[in-house]
C-alpha cells in the first residue's frame, strides 16, 4: 500500500530511525504504526517509542485536594482547540466542574453533570462556537493514609497520589515525580501479565538474541524483564527530586507506602483528526469564487 508522508514524518519522530527504515516498516504492516513501532523493536532493538502527538486533544485537566489531605479529586474537561483551553470563561467552567466534584465527591461524569454543569457547559457552547465537555472525573479517599496531588502549570497534566502515612506535602512530591516520570504501576508485582508477555517476545526477538544458547536467552530475558519492571514501577524510580533515593525509599523513610495512583494527561486516549489549515482556507476562497 501506498504510505502517506505524513505517517512516515511521525513513525521518525517516535522513534528517532531512518525515514527508509521508517517507510518501510510502515508498507510491511499496512500502514499499522503501532505494529510497525513492535517489529521495529524486534529488528533493531529500539528501546521504546514516543507516545504519537495525534493522540492529544485539547483542553485543561484540574485538581483539588482536602487540607487534611482526606480526599482529593481530579476531571479532565475538553475543548476542541488549544486557544479556547487558555478562555477566561472556559476555564472558569473548569473551576466550577471540580469545584463541584470535590463537594459532592463524584465518581462518575453522569452523576457530576448535573442540570447546574450542563445549562453552564450548553451556553458556553453557544457563546464560544466549540464543543466543550466534561470526559473524565476521579476521586480518591486517603482511608487512614493521605492524598496529594500535583497540578503541571500547563494545565495538562494532573496527579494524585494515596500513602498509607505521611502527610500532604510528601504525597504532592510523590504525585510531582509521577506526572513528570509517567510510572504504569506502583509495584512490579502490579504489572498485567500481557504487558509482560509481549515485553518478553519484543526482548526474544531482538537481535542479540539470535542464535544463543535456551539457558543463556532465558537468564538474559530475566535480566531485561527485571529492569524493563524498574524501569516501569513507581516505587522502585530514582525520585526525581533526589535521585539517589527510590520513590519507594522515599515513602518508607517517612513511615508510609504508596498505595496508588492515578495520573491524567489531557487527550490521552483521543484520537485527534490532523487538519491542513492552509488547505481548509484555500478550500473555502475557492468556493467564495465559484
Known amino acids: 500500500m501506498a504510505v502517506s508522508a505524513s505517517l512516515v514524518k511521525e513513525l521518525r519522530e517516535r522513534t528517532g530511525l531512518g525515514m527508509m527504515e521508517c517507510k518501510k516498516a510502515l508498507v510491511e ?10 517489529n521495529l523493536r524486534k529488528a533493531s532493538g529500539l528501546k521504546a517509542a514516543k507516545k504519537a502527538d495525534r493522540t492529544a486533544a485539547e483542553g485543561v485537566v484540574a485538581v483539588k485536594v482536602a487540607e487534611d489531605g482526606s480526599y482529593g479529586v481530579m476531571v479532565e474537561v475538553n475543548s476542541e482547540t488549544d486557544f479556547v483551553a487558555r478562555d477566561a470563561g472556559f476555564l472558569a467552567f473548569v473551576d466550577t466542574v471540580v469545584s463541584k466534584a470535590f463537594d459532592t465527591k463524584a465518581t462518575d461524569v453522569a452523576a457530576l453533570a448535573g442540570d447546574e454543569i450542563e445549562s453552564t457547559r450548553q451556553a458556553l457552547v453557544q457563546k464560544i462556537g466549540e464543543n466543550i465537555g466534561v470526559r473524565r472525573v476521579q476521586l480518591i479517599e486517603a482511608g487512614s493514609g493521605v492524598v496529594g496531588a500535583y497540578l503541571h502549570s500547563n494545565n495538562r497534566i494532573a496527579v494524585l497520589t494515596q500513602l498509607t502515612a505521611g502527610d500532604v506535602e510528601l504525597a504532592r512530591d510523590i504525585a510531582m515525580h509521577v506526572a513528570a516520570v509517567n510510572p504504569q504501576v506502583v509495584n512490579s508485582a502490579d504489572m498485567p501479565a500481557e504487558v509482560v508477555e509481549k515485553e518478553k517476545e519484543i526482548i526474544k526477538a531482538q537481535p ?27 516505587v522502585d524510580q530514582p525520585f526525581v527530586k533526589k535521585p539517589e533515593v ?3 525509599k522515599l515513602a518508607k523513610d517517612a513511615g508510609a507506602e504508596v498505595v496508588g495512583f492515578v495520573r491524567f494527561e489531557v487527550g490521552e486516549g483521543i484520537e485527534k483528526v490532523e487538519e491542513d489549515f492552509a488547505a481548509e482556507v484555500a478550500a473555502q476562497v475557492a468556493a467564495s469564487k465559484a
Do not use: C, W
Request: hydrophobic share 40%.
Open 29 to 38: 504492516t499496512d500502514g499499522d504504526i503501532d505494529v510497525a513501532i513492535e
Open 246 to 248: 527510590t520513590v519507594g
Open 208 to 234: 542479540d538474541m539470535e542464535g544463543k544458547p535456551a539457558e543463556i536467552v532465558d537468564k538474559m530475558m530475566v535480566g531485561r524483564i527485571n529492569k524493563f519492571l524498574k524501569e516501569n514501577s513507581l
